[in-house]
């Protein structure tokens, strides 16, 4: 926070955008860093960029969903923490989208939970969360209970990617049976945007706590950490490159009012400079010049064709 609200060397912050006062720009308040001004046009160009979309807009996991570990001790407010904490050691990366149509039809909330079959094979599965929390929750009530219906399925291979829902992530670890990892929405969570400084605090988080009840918390709060870090950095690259982008305008502009002051520099030197007495002889040549040019133009006018041919 402190390199964020540095400032230069009139004492002003760096990133106060338009606001002339010496205040803080972070934490971003009513009256913290603005968010831009007026694009620039043909002859002016703006002197402010978007904070907002620099510091206060990462999208988080992989822009869709985000991967968590039960319990949801790093989920939204509003995330299920229904699920204990897992037996055993397993973890995923913020996994990508490769069929949109896929992920935008699979449920809000949905959960990978991994069980073994009748053989004794390690198999993943995907659920609706709702329908899988009832599942578990009958389970425990009756000692039995009807599995819903599997949103996608296959062996587990600690890390292979696999597809789901639209979304392809790699699964590592070696996980129990009843281990899980969450699956939330982005769009329906109440974090749906995140500032570089709530990353930076997720990550700290994800690396200083304790991790004895809740196997592969740490290795999977670094995987989102370093993901979000990424995405934070692109952000402000994105931002870095428009203020480039805004000085190579600048120095052209500035390289054409240069040539044009030039120009005119030389026309006021030669309409000053100039030998009166010389100036005075060539207009009077060139006003002969054009004199006769007219009378010779005049008296060829005033004759018919056949006698200008005779």
Do not use: C
């Amino acid at each position: 926070m402190s390199y964020a609200n540095r400032s230069d060397s009139n004492g002003l912050p760096l990133f106060r955008g338009l606001d002339t006062s010496s205040e803080t720009p972070f934490p971003n308040a009513s009256s913290a860093i603005q968010a831009g001004q007026t694009n620039n046009g043909e002859y002016s160009i703006t002197n402010s960029l978007n904070g907002a979309f620099a510091f206060f807009d990462v999208t988080p996991g992989n822009g869709v969903f985000t991967l968590q570990l039960p319990p949801s001790s790093f989920a939204a407010p509003n995330d299920s923490n229904s699920f204990p904490a897992n037996q055993s050691k397993v973890w995923a990366d913020i996994g990508s989208i490769t069929d949109t149509n896929a992920a935008d039809s699979a449920p809000d909330q949905w959960v990978f939970a991994f069980e073994k079959n009748a053989d004794g094979v390690m198999e993943y599965k995907a659920y609706d969360r709702g329908l899988y929390e009832q599942y578990r929750v009958d389970l425990a009530a009756n000692g039995t209970a009807t599995l819903p219906a599997a949103l996608a399925s296959g062996t587990y291979q600690a890390g292979k990617s696999i597809e789901a829902n639209g979304m392809t992530v790699t699964l590592k670890g070696t996980p129990n049976e009843n281990d899980v990892i969450l699956v939330d929405r982005v769009a329906t969570s109440s974090t749906s945007k995140l500032s570089v400084f709530q990353v930076l605090d997720q990550a700290i988080t994800a690396i200083t706590t304790q991790t004895k009840d809740q196997p592969g918390a740490l290795e999977h709060g670094v995987a989102v950490a370093l993901a979000q870090i990424g995405t934070a950095i692109r952000r402000v690259s994105t931002v870095r490159a428009t203020a480039g982008d805004l000085l190579n305008q600048a120095d052209r502009k500035a390289d054409a009012l240069q040539t044009r002051s030039d120009l005119m520099e030389t026309q006021r030197s030669s309409a000053e400079d100039i030998d009166m007495v010389a100036a005075l002889s060539q207009l009077k040549t060139q006003q002969t010049a054009v004199s006769a040019a007219l009378q010779s133009y005049a008296s060829i006018q005033k004759l018919s064709l056949f006698d200008y041919i005779r």
